[in-house]
């Protein structure tokens, strides 16, 4: 692997029969089907396995699905989703999936009801990053297209999706008995949502990751402190009471640094990786793409969020304050415990509203950066 260690995570899932070998070949590279024995990573049908660009200096990580059919829908919505939920929670970008491909055949022309209810709604309803591929396409034939137009309006329908959430490819150019061509199509839209789909998911999970990350570190404080709170007994000093306040009080201040540090360091990890990842995918679409001055803001890019991230999460939340003599021996327990909840409180609001927002807005500002 090159020394970036960039990686890029992509699942792909479809029932036996659509495509995927091929469509993975026409989109990564002619070898990517070739390193298909990977390693299982559910019993139930979900495989990885990688595939290192050369030329782009990726190490792609593919999660593919197999033997996905009607009577297993249960268990690939349960093996895979809980595989989603724990990649895309991640504080780390690099351990989403930064691509969710899910395949169908025009040949078929239908949709079948365990794809939409255990498989397609499940994922949408998380909001995940999925591109749908309609494979074998030929433009040139009425049928073809229509039984594509049709399988559109399906999942239109049902999914509440845009019509550009779904692209037509044909990952093998093929030679008819009549001796038209097929070409291969599709690359070009497929590469394009990939880097318009990533930034969306960044500028939209990262916030919310970061918060929960921030939530978690609160609740550990809170638990901590009542472990701290049920060790004082009635011979317990007023002097070690008052002690045991100050440190619960310390605590908290420690923990927010902490994770404000962990949380600007996420933040600004994550964007340079989507930065990385797109000097790298295919120069494709108008010159818009939110690429091309990616090396100049990377350049200004930690100092921004030195000055911003971390302050701004520690100047957002209130001061702790104990009144460390109110804590009498008989009812110190309670009473300590009571002001823990009081501060758990006022703090957990004010990272759900005021500091998520502010994450949301330095994401949105960002984007409007690279988007320049």
Partial sequence: MDNTGLVSNILIAGKTGVGKSAFLNYIYGRDVAESRAGSPV????????????????????????????????????????????????????????????????????????????????????????????????????????????????????????SRDAMIRVNSVEKKLLGGQVVPHIGYEAVWQRNRTNLWKDVERKLPHNLTRHLLTELEAWRARSYRSAETIRMITPQVMISWKARQIEKDLERTLEAAAETTEAAMAQGVRHYIQLMERYPLVGAPSDLVFKARRVELGFDYSFNRTVRKMVLGMIPGVHFIYWAFKRRTAERGIKKAVNQQYELVKQTIELDVHRGFEEEMRRLGRTLNQ
């Fill in 42 to 161: 559910t019993a139930e049908g979900l495989h990885e396995y990688e595939y290192y660009d050369l030329e782009r200096g990726i190490l792609f990580r593919f999660f593919d699905t197999w033997g996905l059919e009607a009577d297993r829908s249960d268990e690939w919505h349960e093996a895979v989703l809980s595989i989603v939920n724990k990649r895309e929670g991640a504080l780390d970008i690099a351990d989403w999936f930064h691509t969710i491909y899910y395949l169908l055949s025009i040949n078929s022309g239908r949709v079948e009801a365990y794809e939409l209810e255990s498989i397609l709604k499940p994922l949408y309803a998380k909001r995940s990053n999925v591109t749908i591929i309609l494979t074998n396409y030929n433009p040139d034939s009425a049928m073809n297209v229509e039984k594509a137009e049709a399988m559109e309006d399906v999942l239109i329908r049902e999914l509440g999706i």
